[in-house]
């Protein structure tokens, strides 16, 4: 077994472990401590495959800015929430459904086999890849942020006539 | 390097924990973070199939960066809405929003 | 002819606008027909082009006057002008007038459409627009909740026959896309001018003009042999396409498992009811089987369906006719036995292979004496504002027009000579003895119908004797009866002058193409190269229906006669047999108790089974598909996570096939 | 180097690009008056439209190879014009101005006025930029644009507790089935090393990846295009959103989905079918079809509002349009694009009718438009024709592209009838509800019940309607009937019943673009 396969075996048990805590813990605080260890475990797997800009993209986007965008939610809602409140009525065949899953991938998964070498690329492979190439893409992400952008601005904007409900506690 | 199966596989037990996450939790904020996880699972297989590229080609990882900021994107809205909804319910459990049914 | 049905259109306004549009579509129908007639090739456009299929094949709106067309062009509007004419006085005091004409004008343009339709997906389109206008002149007195379901009633039931039309329209193109037909055999057929497909006849869609007997060639020779096709076509699929189209007919035409609707449909008003329920749009059914007739003659089996849901539906609705106490259901049940006729007619011919001349000769003249029929028991209901029979009685002198014209109608109907109906039903009569004699199969269906003359005659005068016959009325209203103005009159008269001379009309040179194949009957006569001659093959056969029609007066004289009131169908109806025997004051011959016990039985039992089992039947499918939607918008709980976990459920089912069944597919088909 | 020849073609796209800052721009300025914005909005989606129509007249409009060499149609760029591409451009943007249009008669609200057509121009924009897409990460990214931006009009009228569950439901299943469609994608990817359409024609080494990926992209768009079991979520967004923006929902959205669908599968087909022999695909997809075609149908059966019917019934349409692509033929796809259009005039239709008639008074529930027949004539039959048409009742569009649409799939043979068999049966269910709401609308008012002439029992919530229609003594004069529910409301809805007649009693012209431009689609994949 080699250095690689270890980390990754390493890597990956966090990944699976930090990602099941998040969605097991009771506090919604804790929940996104979780997350965020998660996120980097995923950050580190993107190191192993040799792509450096998307670990250190990962690390900055999701465990940094995704995380605090979380927490900040949970500060403005202000409420111990429930996170192991019971799966009322689907928690059977939900279990079911994802072991179900899980499976179904697994069985997929070994049907794909590679024996070449991986690869890197540079980050100026990629720009040139992502900006010439596929410049389309960044554009349609920009209407996307774009629409996201003002929907967003308009649903957290309190109205300018009276709200019905003022918030709680805030 | 890590032999793709495994990375499949990986991705594939994420992609199944966040549909669990998705199909018991009920608070909103956790329904975000499962879908994450897929996301995050989607993302995996991108640069995975990248590294493994037969035309030694980085689109996988463009998408991975694109994918990344997307889902950032679709974390605002979603965390908007929810804001919203909890300016009138006060809740952000989805199961306090069951008015329309049947 | 565009003019014809443009005008059509513009009957909006109220009444009078709609009798002239629809007097200048009836010259104009007339016209063309008359045309068609005297014309050496048959008129038939083909320019519009509706819509074209990306292989370049058009679906084309054409207009194709074929000889059954024209005959249906004639019946259409002749009856559809008298009956607009007399919706203006007996409507003139409802509310909703110009939806009414609307709604008439609409009708008739679609069944207009229907009849000069060239192709099956043009007569799809008016034919479901006639069934939308049945919906909504049947629901014309929306006020009452009866007429209301009446009108879904007959607009689901015949959407069922639909559906099977159209399932049998798509086996027919797929049936026949794939074959050729045999080029000597074309050749022979395209000397009729209908034949509009260049050199071959291939009737798909592209080049599906109704073909029909050739015209005025001997008629012995059948107009299509079986083995025309040069591949031998599927047979059972043929079959089956045989028999959904005979779905859609009989939906139509209220034949027997899809009749319920008809007899309902008499909560339309009279006016309504005589046009639509009597004299056109249930026969276009008929004229669909006739039209596709030189089809069904490649499945016997079909064809003997044909003919035996026709038989069976003759005695079925005779029976119920003779215990129904609404002069209207009386006369409905009458309209769908004699349906029952023209289809087994069709289906006789098909079977034979012949062209299905004799059931539209019943139709051409079924349709003025049953508009005829229709329009003065209206006119009864507009004296009396009954409709019960039992409460009619001894109007023949305060109503004498009324009176006698309607009786004219029911000789016609019971088939007596010299009136119309007795033509036609012996030729019917005797092409089915033809075929129950070639295949024995078609014997108890051709007894049903033998059996049905005398029940015919026997329930249609059991209506006009109670009606009218007896020296008093039976009810306060009865006494004070008026005949209605000439309005009304008119088309009572013209109808009853019709209903004497359609039996004829087929022995005036230039006219008998119209009824192909029908060369069996006509009192002795046949038709022959040489034109029609007397031959009395059939003389005893016509001797026998016509004494069975005697029959079938001379008991209704005897039960109900002279305004003797003999309730046949009472409450108490179990001890009926009994009662025939106690109350039998004139006469004393045992048959009698015998033949109503029978009768009365099988009335009895069909309506039994029209109540419960058929109509139970589209209640229940109604109640199983209201269960289940009940059952199944539970699961719209409104909790978002079990909406995801249908997603979910969803994905693994594709999620399973893809892995598992797409593979278990390849090895199933060898890989 | 000129720029405007290879900005041509994008000419549309552009206008809506425009559009939307000038709506930012004049929010800005202070404007928020909806005939100005909304008008705005119209005229710029009006004339891509037209654009849009120039287009598909001069077809081919611009030889591919005047586009930004990276950009043109090959397998390569991201972009790939394709003329059913275009027509479906035509489709969204006439669904968006008729939405635009209605919204005029909407009640004013300064604040959500602006975002509300600046979110309805870009998500017109994200569907124009799914009908040119040439690859699945730009067009999943344009779903997802339209996506968005559709999330948030749900809930634009924020202080309403309904609609904002009906947005919180959206976002989460369209969150949950978008990102499963991205694994999806990542899994093709693994396939093919492309995510170029025009690739997907081939079949990848390691086939089991690509329908893996295949299957879930087709559930993340199935949710787009309301496909049982992925449909649970629309009934009660229609129900709960403004209807204007059901209506857009169900016109436009779906048939973005549905385009999407298109665009991936009829490649997608080859690799289904080598690895089933033949009719893998057609079961997956046929299966689908009939599922929803049957559930829509009989769910729709038991509704007691007006809305949630429509809602079903928009289900079951989106099961027989699907037929089109378990068929896979030209006829079979210019099929489903015909019922498609009549779809955008008889849904987008009919949910602008709930609107118009909920504006004069009328409830939510299907008893309360009883007798509005006598009352509101125009609208009552307008709204009667949208029904008849989406029953399939001859001489509207609807009964057009639901008959061509079964018999291109008796055209093509085999097991195929029997698509054409459910959709029969079905369509003949439909006609029990369809006539049920028909024959309240008709039936006579009862004597005495309060709101018996003129609408008095007014709980419009708009200021338009509630203002006028108490005082409406003239019920069959057309002017106050329009008055009473908005010019702009009741034009498109009396536009979109007179052009389903119209094309209803001559579809030539419009069957043959769309039969040329399904010929080049299935050519080109």
């Known amino acids: ?170 | 390097m890590i032999p793709l199966d495994e990375l499949l596989g990986f991705s594939g037990v994420l992609f199944a924990i966040g549909i669990f996450g998705v199909l018991t939790r009920r608070n909103f904020i956790l329904l975000l973070v499962s879908i994450e996880i897929i996301m995050n699972a989607a993302i995996l297989n991108f640069i995975a199939f990248a590294a493994y590229s037969p035309s030694g080609s980085p689109s996988g990882q463009s998408i991975a960066v694109i994918l990344i900021g997307l889902a950032a994107t679709e974390i605002a809205v979603g965390l908007a809405i929810v804001l919203a909804l909890n300016r009138i319910i006060g809740s952000v459990n989805v199961a306090q929003a069951m008015e329309l049914k049947l | 002819m565009v003019l014809g049905l443009g005008g059509r259109f513009l009957g909006k306004a109220s009444g009078w606008i709609a009798v002239a549009a629809e007097g200048l579509a009836l010259l104009a129908g007339v016209w063309i027909a008359l045309t068609e007639a005297s014309a050496s090739t048959v008129y038939h456009d083909r320019s519009f082009v509706w819509f074209s299929l990306p292989d370049g094949t058009n679906l084309v709106m054409g207009t194709l006057v074929s000889p059954l067309g024209a005959l249906m062009l004639i019946v259409v509007n002749v009856v559809g002008f008298l009956v607009v004419l007399y919706s203006i006085e007996y409507m003139g005091h409802e509310e909703g007038l110009p939806r009414y004409y609307a709604e008439l004008m609409l009708f008739l343009t679609a069944m207009n459409g229907v009849v000069l339709a060239d192709n099956y997906v043009e007569f799809i389109l008016f034919w479901e627009l006639v069934g939308l206008c049945s919906y909504l002149l049947i629901g014309f007195f929306w006020k009452r909740p009866s007429a209301a379901s009446a009108a879904k009633k007959a607009f689901l039931v015949t959407r069922v026959g639909d559906v099977m039309f159209f399932v049998g329209v798509f086996i027919f193109f797929t049936a026949f896309a794939t074959q050729t037909v045999n080029p000597a055999f074309a050749s022979s057929v395209s000397v009729y001018p209908g034949a509009s497909c260049p050199g071959h006849l291939t009737p798909t869609w592209a080049c599906s003009g109704f073909v029909f007997a050739p015209p005025n060639t001997d008629s012995n020779v059948p107009f299509l042999a079986a083995s025309a096709l040069s591949g031998a076509a599927n047979q059972t699929l043929m079959t089956l396409g045989g028999i959904m189209i005979l779905g859609g007919a009989a939906g139509k035409s209220a034949q027997f498992p899809l009749h319920t609707w008809l007899p309902d449909a008499m909560e339309g008003p009279t006016t309504v009811s005589a046009l639509i329920h009597a004299a056109t749009m249930v026969a276009a059914g008929v004229f669909l089987l006739a039209i596709t007739s030189m089809y069904l003659g490649f499945t016997p089996d079909a064809a003997l369906v044909i003919l035996g849901i026709g038989g069976f539906t003759a005695l079925f609705a005779g029976t119920m006719g003779l215990v129904a106490n609404d002069i209207k259901r009386v006369i409905a049940y009458s309209t769908m036995s004699q349906l029952g006729y023209m289809t087994m007619a069709v289906g006789a011919a098909s079977f034979l292979v012949v062209g299905p001349g004799a059931g539209m000769y019943h139709l051409f003249t079924h349709a003025f004496f049953k508009a005829l029929l229709f329009l003065s028991a209206g006119s009864v209901i507009h004296a009396l504002n009954t409709q019960d029979l039992f409460e009619m009685g001894g109007l023949l002198k305060a109503m004498p027009v009324t009176g006698y014209t309607m009786l004219i109608g029911a000789l016609a109907l019971s088939g007596v000579p010299p009136f119309s109906g007795f033509f036609s039903k012996d030729a019917l009569l005797s092409l089915t003895w033809t075929a129950a004699q070639k295949d024995p199969v078609a014997l108890p269906f051709f007894l049903m119908a033998a059996t049905g003359v005398f029940l015919t005659a026997l329930y249609t005068f059991r209506l006009w004797f109670l009606t009218f016959s007896g020296s008093k009325g039976r009810s306060e209203a009865a006494h004070h009866a008026h005949e209605p103005s000439w309005i009304m009159r008119a088309p009572l008269v013209t109808l009853a002058a019709l209903s004497v001379v359609a039996g004829f009309f087929p022995l005036i040179g230039g006219f008998n193409h119209w009824l192909p194949g029908l060369s069996y009957g006509i009192f002795g006569f046949t038709q022959t190269s040489k034109g029609w001659v007397f031959a009395a093959a059939d003389l005893e056969l016509a001797i026998a229906s016509l004494a069975l029609a005697f029959a079938g007066i001379a008991v209704a004289f005897a039960l109900w006669g002279n305004g003797r009131v003999f309730h046949l169908a009472d409450d108490s109806v179990w001890k009926a047999p009994q009662k025939v025997l106690v109350r039998k004051y004139y006469f004393d011959e045992a048959y009698d108790g015998l033949a109503h016990g029978v009768i009365l039985g099988a009335a009895r039992v069909f309506d039994w089974v029209d109540r419960y089992v058929i109509d139970g039947t589209i209640h229940g499918f109604e109640q199983v598909f209201s269960m289940a939607s009940l059952r199944a918008r539970r699961a719209q709980t409104g909790l978002v996570s079990s909406y995801a976990m249908w997603i979910v459920f969803g994905l693994v089912l594709l999620l399973i096939f893809v892995l598992y069944g797409i593979p278990y597919l390849g090895t199933l088909w060898g890989g | 180097m000129v720029a405007l020849p290879y900005l041509l073609p994008y000419l549309p796209e552009l206008t809506l690009l425009v559009a939307t800052f000038v709506v930012f721009l004049l929010d800005v300025a202070g404007e928020h008056r909806r005939t100005t914005l909304g008008g705005v909005s119209a005229f710029f989606l009006i004339v891509a439209f037209v654009e849009v129509l120039a287009d598909l007249g001069t077809w081919p409009f611009h030889a591919l190879s005047t586009l930004p060499a990276s950009w043109n149609g090959t397998a390569q760029g991201p972009i790939l014009f394709t003329s059913l591409g275009i027509v479906f451009q035509g489709i969204f943007l006439a669904i968006a101005a008729l939405v635009a249009i209605a919204s005029l008669s909407e009640a004013e609200d300064p604040d959500g006025t602006p975002t509300f057509y600046a979110l309805l121009l870009l998500a017109s924009l994200g569907m124009l930029l799914v009908a040119i897409s040439g690859d699945l990460i730009l067009l999943l990214l344009a779903v997802e644009v339209t996506g968005i931006s559709t999330y948030v009009l749900v809930g634009y009228t924020r202080k309403d507790r309904r609609a904002l569950e009906a947005a919180m439901k959206f976002y989460i299943i369209g969150a949950f089935s978008t990102t499963i469609s991205f694994f999806g994608a990542s899994l093709v990817f693994g396939a093919y090393g492309t995510t170029s359409l025009l690739a997907f024609s081939q079949v990848p080494s390691d086939p089991s990846l690509a329908l893996v990926g295949f299957a879930m992209i087709a559930v993340g768009l199935g949710f787009k295009v309301t496909l049982v079991p992925f449909h649970m979520w629309a009934v009660d967004v229609y129900d709960g959103a403004p209807a204007v923006v059901s209506a857009y929902l169900s016109a436009g959205s779906k048939k973005m989905g549905l385009f999407a669908l298109f665009a991936i599968f009829v490649g997608a087909v080859r690799v289904f079918d080598t690895a089933g022999n033949g009719y893998a695909l057609a079961i997956m997809m046929g299966g689908l079809a009939i599922a929803t075609m049957t559930v829509g149908n009989v769910l729709a059966l038991q509704q007691q509002t007006m809305k949630r019917m429509l809602a079903y019934s928009s289900i079951s349409q989106a099961g027989y349009m699907l037929i089109g692509l378990a068929v896979n033929t030209t006829p079979s796809l210019s099929a489903a694009t015909l019922q498609m259009v009549a779809n955008v005039l008889m849904k987008g239709g009919a949910f602008v009718a709930v609107a118009a008639a909920a504006a004069i008074g009328v409830g939510p529930l299907i008893t309360d438009w009883k007798g509005l027949g006598h009352r509101r004539p125009i609208l009552s039959a307008s709204f009667a024709i949208m029904l008849l048409s989406m029953a399939g009742i001859p001489l509207t569009l609807g009964f057009v592209g639901k008959f061509y649409l079964f018999f291109s799939a008796i055209l093509a043979g085999g097991l195929f009838a029997i698509l054409a068999i459910v959709g029969l049966l079905n369509s003949a269910i439909s006609v029990f509800y369809y006539a049920r709401i028909l024959k309240h609308i008709y039936m006579p008012e009862e004597t005495g019940s309060p709101d018996a002439h003129g609408g008095t029992r007014s709980l419009a919530s708009s200021t338009l309607g509630s203002s006028t229609s108490p005082t409406d003594p003239q019920p069959s004069v057309a002017i106050s009937e329009f008055r009473a529910m908005g010019y702009a409301r009741m034009g498109v809805i009396v536009a979109c019943a007179v052009l389903l007649i119209a094309l209803g009693i001559y579809p030539t012209p419009i069957v043959t673009a769309l039969n040329a431009a399904a010929h080049q689609f299935v050519a080109l994949h």
Not at chain 1, 6 to 23: E, P, Q, R
């Open chain 1, 1 to 170: 077994m080699n250095v690689d396969a270890l980390l990754f075996a390493l890597v990956a048990g966090a990944g699976i472990v930090t990602a099941l805590g998040a969605l097991m813990a009771r506090e919604v605080v804790h929940t996104i401590m979780w997350i965020a260890v998660f996120f980097i475990t995923l950050a580190l797997t993107y190191f192993l495959l040799l792509a450096a800009f998307l670990g250190v993209l990962q690390l900055a986007v999701y465990a940094g800015a995704v995380t605090i965008l979380l927490l900040f939610a949970v500060m403005v809602v202000r409420k111990r929430i429930f996170s192991r409140e019971a799966a009322i009525g689907i928690g059977a065949p939900a279990v079911a459904l994802t072991f179900l899953v899980a499976y179904l991938m697994l069985e997929m998964a070994t049907s794909v086999y590679t024996s070449e070498p991986g690869q890197g690329y540079s980050v100026a492979d990629l720009s040139r890849n992502l900006f010439t190439l596929n410049g389309a893409w960044v554009l349609a992400l920009g209407l996307v942020m774009l629409s996201a952008l003002v929907g967003a601005i308009y649903l957290a904007h309190e109205s300018r006539g009276k709200a019905i409900r003022s918030e709680e506690g805030a």
